[in-house]
């Protein structure tokens, strides 16, 4: 069974919330929508389920073209942020539900039910209704009840928003292997880089209603086929310099120069884009080919193990993630220092011109 979108777009009075997708999903795999709040995650995902019907384009599932067909006649399983469930029912009764529906026996049911309870860490509750359940308990619930229905089509719209470091990452861990044995294809939306690269699987990152790249997660985040690709998936956002080539040297916007080294030599003259992740940026130079920059300070964030450091370096907004502890004054000039190995070469249009060098040899 697979999932196959051909064309799909969506416009709201006159509002393009979705732009023409391509995009095909195989049963037994994972597949991550990453991007930012208003991306289009949720309405792609509503045009998946059947929610919403396409404004142009086909939904083929298993062969079928199920544009028009109803949420109700497919086998899908939704988890909303929002956690959804029915007041007047037990913590059992709710996990169960999906089930009865499908007319399966009492005993496929209470084990279904049971197994499902104890991964969630509901056992413990399974008489009490879910307004009797914290937030992350009653999330849990609507998890589970997702769990039993055997569905061959699972989205969860950034389900674990919700829950508790812990469990949270216990169940990023856990709820794909559950599902890929099943055979389901597991569709999962997420603004968290971080959380994708978790999951593992595919991931689709998706800005402003377009999918900008699809394919395994590894490749998405090293070989990002624009400086879009490249933002999405970074948290903080990828940093970027221009830079223009002439011979065996760069120069910056600031009028700095370097030699031209790394994946930088075997670029043609001209002008081009270049990008860096956060946690590349260093406050030492810890090898002899590291490019340094003075920025300004301006702003620090202590995590506990790291921090972040905000730069104004000549009118760009530049983040850098380093470790440890700083002591900095805001307001001077920081010198910060970037191995060319993993500097991200884009042309003026944002289009990737070459992988950092660290990435591919991964």
Not at 15 to 23: A, N, S, V
Not at 54 to 59: A, E, F, K, N, Y
Not at 85 to 104: E, F, H, Q, T, W
């Amino acid at each position: 069974m697979s999932l196959v979108l051909e064309g799909v777009s969506k416009v709201v009075s006159g509002q393009t919330h979705i732009h023409p997708t391509d995009l095909e999903l195989s049963s037994g795999t994972m597949n991550v929508l990453l991007g930012p709040t208003l991306s289009g995650k949720t309405s792609l995902m509503r045009i998946m389920a059947g929610l919403d019907v396409p404004s142009t384009g086909r939904v083929i599932w298993g062969g079928q073209d199920v544009t028009g067909m109803r949420v109700q006649d497919r086998g899908v399983a939704m988890v909303y942020q929002q956690f959804i469930n029915y007041p007047s029912m037990s913590v059992y009764d709710n996990i169960a539900s999906p089930m009865r529906l499908l007319g399966k026996s009492k005993a496929e049911i209470d084990a279904a039910v049971r197994k499902a309870a104890d991964l969630m860490q509901l056992t413990p509750m399974l008489d009490r209704k879910p307004l009797e359940l914290s937030g992350g308990q009653q999330q849990r619930c609507a998890l589970a009840r997702a769990l039993v229905k055997d569905a061959g089509l699972v989205l969860l719209d950034e389900p674990l928003a919700n829950l508790d470091y812990k469990l949270r990452e216990e169940l990023r861990a856990e709820i794909p292997k559950i599902f890929e044995e099943a055979g389901s294809i597991f569709v999962y939306a997420t603004t968290e880089p971080e959380e994708a690269l978790l999951l593992g699987g595919n991931t689709a990152a998706m800005w402003e209603g377009s999918v900008t790249q699809f394919g395994p997660t590894p490749t998405v985040y090293r070989q990002p086929v624009d400086a879009t690709t490249a933002r999405v998936f970074s948290d903080p956002p990828m940093n970027f310099l221009n830079i223009r080539k002439a011979g065996n040297s760069l120069t910056f916007g600031n009028s700095q120069t370097a030699p031209a080294t790394d994946a930088f030599a075997g670029l043609g003259d001209g002008d081009y884009l270049a990008g860096f992740r956060p946690n590349h940026l260093e406050l030492s130079q810890h090898t002899p080919a590291a490019l340094e920059f003075t920025g300004t300070l301006g702003v620090t964030e202590i995590t506990g193990s790291e921090t972040f450091v905000h730069l104004d370096h000549h009118g760009e907004s530049w983040v850098g993630l380093v470790h440890g502890v700083k002591d900095l004054t805001i307001g001077e000039a920081l010198k910060v220092y970037l191995d060319p190995r993993h500097i991200y070469i884009f042309a003026q249009d944002g289009t990737s011109v070459a992988a950092a060098s660290y990435a591919t040899a991964a």
